[in-house]
């Protein structure tokens, strides 16, 4: 298949924007989402120190009822999808079981009654979530407060873990409405950025390359040397139009016939003879 320079020109002009519109938008939608899950982490956990403090401050005031209510407006944050307690079995046994969702459910509470705190992005199906558990040990010393004088446990022993759950479905959602946006900005950039690079390149060699063509198919067919070609850029281009050109004048030179020669002989008596047509 033969191609022109033009049509090769074009094909690889379209390949490079194309190749580097994908990278952008690819690249983009990864620190986006890195970006995103960063600040949700660290939100997480800011709001699940936050929330013990809550917590702790409910019972030293005697008001470990309204614990309910405390969820409930945590819940209400944005983006948290749960907030809850989970007691341990030494909280158990000294308060009793309290309520139904402050029991084990998963593993991330197993693993967090053990004290490992867990800070998870979890994929289930097209739906994305984040889980952040902070363990809770008793100490003597936490923020001035004295964990052993209500809970009568060992220093060190874990007495529950806040657990929060994030919705990530709608911040990737705003990521991926982002990048899309992104994406048809870059794409109408490259759009003109090609179109122009186009132009320029049919300005500046496909037409000129066009007219030397032209050029020498008419010198070829033509007896003599056909019209010389106008230099109006002193580019590579124009250089090779100064060499046709220079072609040219060296082949009429060479075609023009010498005094010596019988033909100009008889030609030159003539004009002489006849003084009009000299």
């Known amino acids: 298949m033969r191609l022109s320079i033009a049509a090769k020109l074009n094909f690889f002009l379209l390949f490079i924007f194309s190749m580097v519109l994908v990278f952008s938008a690819c690249y983009q939608a990864v620190r986006e989402r890195d970006l995103i899950l960063s600040l949700i982490k660290e939100q997480s956990q800011e709001q699940t120190e936050a929330y013990f403090d809550s917590l702790n401050m409910l019972m030293l005031t005697g008001q470990m009822a309204a614990r309910d209510t405390l969820r409930e407006k945590f819940k209400r944050h944005s983006h948290v999808k749960d907030a809850r307690i989970v007691r341990s079995t030494a909280l158990t046994r000294q308060y009793g079981p309290g309520r139904a969702e402050e029991a ?5 509470d197993r693993l967090a009654l053990e004290g490992k705190g867990s800070l998870e992005v979890i994929q289930e199906g097209a739906s994305s979530r984040l889980i952040a558990t902070l363990p809770l040990r008793a100490s003597k010393a936490y923020r001035g407060t004295d964990c052993t004088s209500c809970h009568q ?33 870059l794409t109408a950039l490259f759009g003109a950025g090609l179109l122009l690079t186009l132009w320029v390149l049919r300005t500046w060699v496909v037409n000129p390359l066009g007219q030397l063509t032209r050029a020498m198919e008419e010198a070829t067919d033509a007896p003599l040397p056909g019209r010389r070609l106008e230099i109006e850029e002193e580019d590579e281009i124009g250089r090779v139009a100064a060499a046709y050109n220079q072609m040219l004048d060296s082949m009429e030179r060479r075609l023009a016939p010498r005094p010596s020669e019988p033909g100009a002989q008889s030609r030159t008596m003539s004009a002489a003879a006849d003084p009009k047509r000299g």
């Open 104 to 108: 084990v459910q998963d593993d991330f």
């Open 153 to 185: 446990v060992e220093e060190g022993t874990v007495l529950g873990a806040v657990r929060f759950e994030y919705d990530l479905d709608a911040l990737f959602a705003q990521v991926e409405r982002s990048i899309l946006g992104s994406t048809l900005a």
